[in-house]
């Protein structure tokens, strides 16, 4: 915050914006570079604190198995992924915003839906291999066990993989990718290592709550919706001289529009973020309960929450204030006791 406020005051907008255009490119490509350049400075601000995170408070607590290696990859992955994906797509919004008039919202959110829908069929098969292994579960009871319950709930399954989160933290994790008849299952191996069938199976009947109660669907929407609203009121406020008044710009421009709109709409953000999170962790329960009372062994969900509780070094108890502002999850203990009681109502 005081980086961007030196900034700021001291004009720092407006003379990387004259630099910029001293140039001669396109309108597109000053607002590309324009804005390529503060997230630049973003990241190399942020990476200093990404690497004490990682390399010292992570290895205090005995999570980290990243190497220098392995983090410079991801960086430079990252950074080539978001010149390959992301330029195209800030391009084309600049462009509908420059181009379309009145429309030109409406366009741009369209077409960043259509991305985002494509982003979710293409990541599991090109994107995700970039940064880690899959290799598909072998023949056993595990895969047995899970591919009998996807049976029994009816959730079909394109793949059951491996994924070799061990080689960056000792944290498990499961999760789904894909969508319709690609729907995979991803299992770090730590949460294998760590867990006997029932809880894996169990903790795997909850993610399948995700999908038989249309979470994703609906954050999915919800997103999206946000998204279409956030371009509407930029639509508003673009090439606003007052805005430009404030961070001492000299000349208007659609991606200093973009640029100051998300700062002051930060707050905004902030206040929908607790509504979303509550939502969250609302699905979180009504996930847990499918669980539980799809799986026959739906018990041994509490077993695996206690271990990855314990492994990831959770807070039991967190103050409910903190937990309102920032968690996506419910406390495990809330869940743990929200399970026992539904067990104890289906044992009746």
Known sequence: LGVLLLFWFSGGFNILDQFLRS???????????????????????????????????????????TTPAVFVS???????????????????????????????????????????LLLQYIAPSWIMPLFNKFVPLEEGELKGSIMKYAADVDFP???????????????????????????????????????????????????IGHFKKKHIIVNMVLSLVNLGALFFLLS??????????????????????LIFFLLFYSPVEFVLSLFLQALSRRHEFEADYFAVTTYTAGG???????????????????????????YSHPPVMRRISRIREQLAKQSM
């Open 157 to 207: 399954l394109s793949g059951i993989f491996v994924i070799d989160g061990s080689k960056r933290s000792s944290k498990a994790n499961a999760f789904f990718t894909g969508f319709g008849k690609r729907k995979r299952i991803a299992l770090f191996d730590t949460l294998i290592s760590n867990h006997p069938v029932e809880e894996l199976v169990a903790v795997l009947a909850h993610e």
């Open 300 to 326: 041994a969900l509490v077993d695996a929450l206690k271990k990855l509780s314990r492994s990831n070094l959770s807070n039991l108890t967190p103050h409910p204030l903190y937990v309102f502002l920032n």
């Open 236 to 257: 508003l406020f673009m090439n606003n001289s007052g805005l430009f008044q404030a961070f001492f710009m000299k000349e208007v421009s659609v991606y200093g529009s």
């Open 74 to 116: 991801d960086l430079l992955k990252s950074l080539i992924l978001a010149l390959l994906l992301g330029g195209p797509v800030m391009a084309a919004i600049l462009w509908f915003f420059q181009e379309s008039g009145p429309t030109g919202w409406f366009l741009a959110w369209a077409g960043i839906t259509f991305v985002s």
């Open 23 to 65: 140039h001669g490119f396109n309108p597109v490509m000053t607002g590309l570079l324009y804005i390529g350049s503060l997230l630049l400075a973003q990241a190399f601000i942020d990476m200093p604190f990404s690497i004490y995170r990682t390399f010292v408070i992570e290895e205090k607590f005995g999570f980290n198995k």
